[in-house]
């Protein structure tokens, strides 16, 4: 095994054990739930963004298996601080880092922790796992209203 693919399991193990962002924001302007049949992890995003429609504030709370969990903390430390539309292009990105579909000329180092994700796609199950909190970010975002399913 890898050094960087070891790193990258206890990044994973970390966050899973100690979640970043993990719990609820009181009021937030935005909100979305998210359900992943295969595993059964649930999921919900609360989003505080501030005059300027930059994130202020973003946590999840839910069960989930360790790569959902992980996923989420590690999300939220990277879109803090983003504009709705900069976390959107990341959402696309990290989409396309964990099923392998990145352009070759595109810098994977911006990920930083979440490269953690870059060879999910080995395992096709999982990426739905490392995608729900993205996709339950991303429908909170765009004020949907239906819990998002990742099937």
Same mark, same amino acid.
């Given at each position: ?63 989930? =298996? $360790? ?9 939220? !430390?990277?879109? @803090?601080?983003? *504009? #709705? ?43 739905? =796992? $490392? ?9 909170? !975002?765009?004020? @949907?209203?239906? *819990? #998002?399913?990742?099937?």
């Amino acid at each position: 095994m890898s050094s960087s693919h070891e790193l990258y399991q206890q990044i994973i193990l970390d966050h899973n054990k100690s979640p970043k962002n993990f719990g609820a924001i009181e009021h937030p302007s935005h909100k979305a739930d998210g359900y992943n049949p295969l595993c059964g992890d649930q999921i919900t995003v609360t989003i505080l963004l501030d005059e300027s429609k930059t994130i202020r504030d973003i946590r999840f709370e839910g069960s989930g =298996c $360790a790569i959902s969990k992980a996923s989420a903390s590690l999300m939220t !430390l990277a879109i @803090k601080g983003k *504009t #709705i539309k900069e976390a959107l292009e990341f959402f696309e990105r990290f989409h396309q880092l964990i099923t392998k579909t990145l352009p070759a000329d595109f810098n994977v180092e911006l990920f930083g922790r979440l490269n953690a994700f870059s060879s999910i796609w080995e395992y096709p199950s999982r990426i739905k =796992c $490392a995608s729900l909190p993205w996709y339950t970010m991303k429908a909170a !975002l765009e004020k @949907k209203l239906e *819990t #998002i399913v990742t099937e």
